[in-house]
């Protein structure tokens, strides 16, 4: 649904009135992931609700004068891949510009106005049941535990390689996302994922001090937030 919100903006001048438009869209968009495992095809999904608006300049000061706005809130996806071992693709990497690249691929790369970004995203929000393929560079995050109890094991999966996170006849199908009606996903990674629930001072005591939920990313460490996991800022 494209929201257009109307302002007036009093400029201490008689008769002198102006009307500004807050171009605003809402959707909900349905992301799902699909394993080959050597027990069949094994996939879960996250329902997200997604927003992007553009508000005017003068809403603003300085660089962020104009600046566009919007997010994701709801949850990461969790596939149950039997015997305790989960797929998490997070919330890291999955933004409310995920659906415009999966709906738009020929428009990768290209340099547009924001008036001519609009009817791109008034397409995006009409297209209720349809899916598309994210393209393998606007994957999201993807990682495992060990243990899913133990927040310190959490390991990044690489998308052309699950078979070196869950052994041989693992491998991604597809990274699906739906335009969608449902309603938003809640509660399905706090219940695979309790710890989620701590108090700060416990999730420190679990890292020794520190945030124990740390990948490896190169030559250094990604520290992971609960908001990676689940939000509900837009």
Known sequence: MRIL???????????????FDFPEWQWHQKL??????????KSGSSVTSARIEF????????DAAGMQRGGVS?????VDLGEGRYLFALLQGYTEWTAYTAFFPELEGKALLKK????YLDRLVASTGETRDVPGKHYPLLVTFDD?????????VSPGDLAAAFGPGYRLNAITLSITDEPVTEGKVEKVLGWLKWSRERLLAAGNGRNPVQLEIGNGMLALGRTDF???KR
């Open 5 to 19: 919100v109307t302002a007036v903006l009093a400029m201490g001048l008689s008769g002198c009135d102006l009307l």
């Open 32 to 41: 799902t992931v699909s394993v080959m495992t050597p027990e069949g095809l």
């Open 55 to 62: 508000p005017p300049k003068w809403t603003g000061v300085g």
């Open 74 to 78: 709801g949850e990461a996806v969790a």
């Open 116 to 119: 001519e970004i609009f009817p």
């Open 148 to 156: 899913v109890n133990d927040p310190a094991s959490v390991r990044r």
């Open 230 to 232: 689940r939000s509900s």
